[in-house]
C-alpha cells in the first residue's frame, strides 16, 4: 500500500504508528509470501500484535484525558481489530490452512479495516484532539506525554 494525504491525521506521532503499521503488516506478507524463514513468523506477529496493543493504548489513553466523546465506539473498534489478530494467530497454530493462505488473507482484510478506521475514527478523533488542546492548555503537556511514550515491545 502507498502512504496518501488522506490517510493523515494531523498529529505526527499518530501517522508515524499508523505507518509502523503498515511496515509490520507488509514484513509478515512477504515472510508469508515468500514462504522462507517460516520460523519467524511467530516473532513477528507477536511484535505486531504488541505494537498495536501500545498504539491502540495510546489513543485510547489520549481520548479519556480529552473527555472524546465517541470514545466507547472507537475502544470497541479496536477492540474488534484486536480479536482479527488473535484469530489470525490461532489460525496460523492450527495449521490447518497454509501460512500464505492465511496472512495473505488476513493481511488484506486488516489493512482495508486499518485504512477505514484511520480515515473515519482516527481523523475524527485527531480533529476533537487538536480543538481540544486549543482550549485547554493544561492539556498541552500532558498530550506530549502520551504521544512520546516509548514503544517497549
Ligand atoms: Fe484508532
Given at each position: 500500500?502507498?502512504?496518501?494525504?488522506?490517510?493523515?491525521?494531523?498529529?505526527?506521532?499518530i501517522?508515524?504508528?499508523?505507518?509502523?503499521?503498515?511496515?509490520?503488516?507488509?514484513?509478515?506478507?512477504?515472510?508469508?509470501?515468500?514462504?522462507?524463514?517460516?520460523?519467524?513468523?511467530?516473532?513477528?506477529?507477536?511484535?505486531?500484535k504488541?505494537?498495536?496493543?501500545?498504539?491502540?493504548?495510546l489513543?485510547e489513553?489520549?481520548?479519556?484525558?480529552?473527555?472524546?466523546s465517541?470514545?466507547?465506539?472507537?475502544?470497541?473498534a479496536?477492540?474488534?481489530?484486536?480479536e482479527?489478530?488473535?484469530?489470525?494467530?490461532?489460525?496460523?497454530?492450527?495449521?490447518?490452512?497454509?501460512?500464505?493462505?492465511?496472512i495473505?488473507?488476513?493481511?488484506?482484510m486488516?489493512?482495508?479495516?486499518?485504512?477505514k478506521?484511520?480515515?473515519?475514527m482516527?481523523?475524527?478523533?485527531?480533529?476533537?484532539?487538536?480543538?481540544?488542546r486549543?482550549?485547554?492548555?493544561?492539556?498541552?503537556?500532558?498530550?506530549?506525554?502520551i504521544?512520546s511514550?516509548?514503544?517497549?515491545?
Amino acid at each position: 500500500m502507498e502512504w496518501t494525504k488522506d490517510i493523515e491525521t494531523g498529529i505526527n506521532e499518530i501517522d508515524y504508528q499508523h505507518k509502523k503499521f503498515f511496515e509490520l503488516m507488509n514484513a509478515l506478507l512477504e515472510l508469508a509470501v515468500e514462504g522462507k524463514e517460516a520460523e519467524k513468523l511467530p516473532i513477528t506477529i507477536n511484535l505486531l500484535k504488541s505494537y498495536i496493543r501500545y498504539h491502540f493504548t495510546l489513543e485510547e489513553d489520549l481520548m479519556i484525558e480529552s473527555e472524546y466523546s465517541l470514545y466507547k465506539e472507537h475502544i470497541s473498534a479496536h477492540r474488534y481489530f484486536k480479536e482479527q489478530l488473535t484469530l489470525m494467530e490461532s489460525m496460523l497454530k492450527d495449521q490447518k490452512e497454509p501460512s500464505k493462505n492465511v496472512i495473505t488473507r488476513f493481511n488484506y482484510m486488516l489493512v482495508e479495516w486499518f485504512l477505514k478506521h484511520i480515515k473515519v475514527m482516527d481523523k475524527k478523533m485527531s480533529n476533537h484532539l487538536l480543538d481540544y488542546r486549543e482550549r485547554n492548555k493544561g492539556f498541552f503537556e500532558k498530550m506530549r506525554d502520551i504521544l512520546s511514550r516509548p514503544f517497549s515491545g
